[in-house]
């Protein structure tokens, strides 16, 4: 394949751009059939549950498929065991014997979140400098899907092999756009389940040039009800970080609207974080949640806070910045309560924390979401939210990184 014209990503992206956003995905795979004489392409896209991909198309009468919505296709593809799934760990491309020549896969990446894989057809095993522009292109896929989901469905309808509630729907527009963050100093995931059903825990973070801010909160009560308890709380606390007032009024007028618009009896549980990213200074609100859990040096504790009401409980309240001590090396899990009620109790979040070292964030958190699902036999009473925050720290730099993902660990 040495003679392959190499794969021009300007040409690409003009394309994509000419094309209808349902068929953005079309386009780079026929890209890509041409520039590498591939027999087949396709786009695998991770599930809301974490457990499969789904592999996109157009309903032929060859096509497998799991579900089809008019002329979509789609067709789940369990993650568990799976060479697809050891791609979307590892972030690493692999190139696998095919009765057609060889099987090319690729992750499809963003700053560490993990959108899916890449998967090709080709008539000769890829050498390096053909594997290294793949890799290119499923980095190129993943800014293209951020793109073009904006403007369709299509994608969502893809990730959805379970359906949602109406408070499943409410909550997700709550969530970050992206589960995973990495950058220089850290790296932040989250995960919540279960992802279609229930309603009323969210996560959150932003990043700007010198701070970066996480909350988790958990409103009382269930479904519906719950979901717009959440949606008054995160989009107050949204509303004031991007006024630019600092964390103090963030949680006060936070409260406020919820005790304002609320009866009484309604309430969130939370904690919101802020980590000046200059000098490492971390501080802490923590309104009736859980303690955090951090794990340095191999030992797991929780870091002791005090606990101020929850959100929405007393008008005027005004909640304590507390700092706590933040060490590069130091892996910070914030959870909610549903990791730790009845059945999901018997679950050893300490040790299954202490074990987790050799694991990436986002690996971490869905560890944890899985080990509860399974201890409560797939039945949770509640939403079980976890975040974890692995903290490099350092002078304020760029990060290492390859079609998409930092070298897991490299900082570490």
């Known amino acids: 394949m040495d003679d392959c014209p190499r794969l021009d990503l300007h040409r690409l992206l003009e394309r994509v751009e000419a094309a209808a956003p349902v068929d953005a995905v079309t386009v780079v795979a026929a890209e890509l059939s041409a520039v590498v004489s591939a027999r087949a ?14 592999r996109l198309g157009t309903v032929l009468p060859s096509t497998t498929t799991t579900r089809s ?23 690493q491309s692999r190139v696998l014997p095919h009765s057609d020549g060889a099987l090319v896969l690729v992750p499809v990446t963003d ?4 959108l899916g894989v890449l998967e090709l057809t080709l008539p000769t095993p890829p050498d390096d400098e053909v594997l290294a522009e793949l890799s290119a292109a499923g980095h190129a ?29 409410i909550q997700r527009r ?37 701070t970066l801010q996480i909350s988790i909160t958990d409103a009382v009560g269930h479904d519906v009800a719950a979901a717009l308890l959440a949606t008054l709380l995160v989009g107050s606390l949204r509303n004031e970080r991007r006024r630019g007032t600092d964390l103090a009024t963030q949680t006060r007028v936070a409260n406020d609207a919820v005790a304002a618009h609320l009866p009484p009896g309604q309430f969130v549980t939370g904690q919101v974080l802020r980590v000046d990213l200059t000098s490492g200074r971390a501080v802490v609100v923590n309104a009736g ?35 706590f001590d933040l ?54 009473d509640d939403d079980a939210t976890v975040v974890c925050l692995d903290w490099y720290g350092g002078d304020l730099r760029a990060r290492e990184s390859h079609s998409g993902a930092s070298p897991e660990h490299a900082s570490r």
Do not use: K
């Not at 220089?184 to 059903?197: C, D, I, K, R």
């Open 289 to 323: 949640h859980p303690l955090p859990l951090r794990l340095r040096d191999g030992v797991v504790e929780e870091v002791e806070l005090e606990v101020d009401l929850p959100f929405g409980v007393e008008a005027g309240t005004e909640y304590r910045l507390q700092e």
């Open 69 to 91: 919505s008019g002329v979509e296709s789609a067709h789940t593809v369990p993650l568990e065991d799976s060479p697809h799934g050891e791609v979307l760990r590892t972030q």
């Open 41 to 54: 392409v396709s786009f695998l896209i991770a599930d809301f549950s974490g457990h499969a991909l789904v």
């Open 141 to 169: 896929l993943a800014y293209v899907l951020i793109a073009n989901r904006r403007h369709t469905d299509l994608f969502e309808w893809g990730q959805r092999t379970t359906p949602f509630s109406l408070a499943a729907e």
């Open 327 to 380: 060490q590069p090396g130091d892996r910070l899990v914030l959870l909610t309560d549903g990791m730790q009620e009845r059945e999901a109790a018997v679950m050893d979040v300490h040790g299954a924390l202490a074990s987790s070292s050799g694991l990436h964030p986002r690996q971490v958190v869905h560890a944890l979401g899985a080990a509860v699902v399974r201890a409560t036999g797939g039945h949770l």
């Open 111 to 114: 700053r560490g979140d993990a």
């Open 174 to 210: 709550l969530l970050p756009a992206s589960f995973t963050c990495e950058a220089g100093q850290f790296t932040v995931s989250g995960w919540l389940e279960p992802a279609a059903t229930v309603g009323g825990d969210t996560f959150d973070w932003s990043l700007d040039r010198h």
